[in-house]
């Protein structure tokens, strides 16, 4: 055999070039699998979750009605809660397995790693917030209510009549952008860094009126401001606003939850926990 020297040296560039080749091809796959999280079914043990074999939710604290019921969201009670735990059995984990942890709401949807799996406090779906972090579907759609006291009912009878009052609503709801987009005040909207601050100033006069989402209008005039009352509902300009479970970037989650809703969708779950919790929630006038 005669000796090649040229092929020899040939040889020798060549196969450290096509293993490095190799070796990246196989890398890039990895990356490409492992982009995302996704996980491989939507069976308990292939999520990727922040703690094994349990599924973690947030939610804010106070967790206010009727959305959870004696600030517990643990006892499965309010429509929330029971639709969290609804979600947890359709993904397989046992009422023990779930795993409740604190979030404040305008917290919630800020970029960055979450230490929850899914959170659910009445969040928008919006596309800003979709930018930073993932949403499921809809699990229920909402509209905001005008919530005054009685004795002033009469100045917010219509979208216009509202243009002309002090009007709040907490800080990075949707309901301060219905107030901005859909009312458009002639004074600019006070604003709240929570909830119990907005329904304080209310009381107090510094506002005429303030805007929550319908149901917690209704449980806010029943329950929790006497003398208060909705003196309508008005829809957003844009498509009807959705409620949905908010995950961590890139988690791979969402595609699970959305299983998740669309089974107990189909079933009549979702409809008959809304029926159970939030069944106030009806002839309430469109503000025109």
């Not at 006070?190 to 909830?195: G, K, N, Q």
Request: charged residues 25%.
């Amino acid at each position: 055999m005669l000796h090649q020297p040229g092929r020899t040296r040939l040889t020798a560039i060549l196969a450290p070039l096509a293993l490095a080749a190799a070796l990246t091809a196989c890398g890039s796959e990895a990356e490409d699998s492992a982009e995302g999280g996704a996980p491989t079914s939507c069976e308990a043990a292939d999520l990727p979750l922040k703690q094994d074999g349990k599924l973690t939710i947030g939610t804010d604290s106070p967790a206010y009605e009727p959305w959870f019921s004696e600030n517990d969201p643990s006892n499965g009670k309010g429509f929330e809660s029971a639709v969290a735990y609804a979600v947890a059995e359709q993904l397989g984990f046992a009422k023990d397995d779930v795993v409740w942890v604190k979030q404040t709401f305008n917290t919630s949807y800020t970029p960055g790693e979450k230490k929850f799996d899914f959170d659910i406090n009445q969040i928008s779906i919006t596309p800003e917030r979709a930018g930073v972090v993932d949403f499921s579907q809809g699990y229920y759609t909402a509209s905001q209510a005008v919530v005054i006291m009685e004795k002033d009912a009469a100045k917010a009878a219509s979208l216009e009549d509202l243009k002309g009052l002090k009007l709040g609503a907490q800080t990075a709801t949707t309901s301060l952008t219905a107030i901005r987009e859909d009312v458009q005040p002639t004074t600019d909207p006070l604003v709240f860094d929570t909830s119990d601050q907005a329904k304080q100033a209310l009381l107090n006069g510094q506002v005429d009126a303030l805007v929550f989402d319908l149901p917690t209008a209704f449980y806010i005039t029943a329950a929790e401001i006497e003398g208060s009352t909705i003196t309508g509902q008005f829809e957003s300009s844009e498509k009807p606003e959705e409620f949905g479970l908010l995950t961590e970037k890139g988690s791979g989650l969402a595609p699970c939850l959305d299983e998740a809703l669309t089974a107990l969708e189909e079933d009549g779950t979702l409809a008959a926990l809304e029926k159970e919790w939030l069944s106030d929630v009806v002839s309430v006038p469109v503000l025109k």
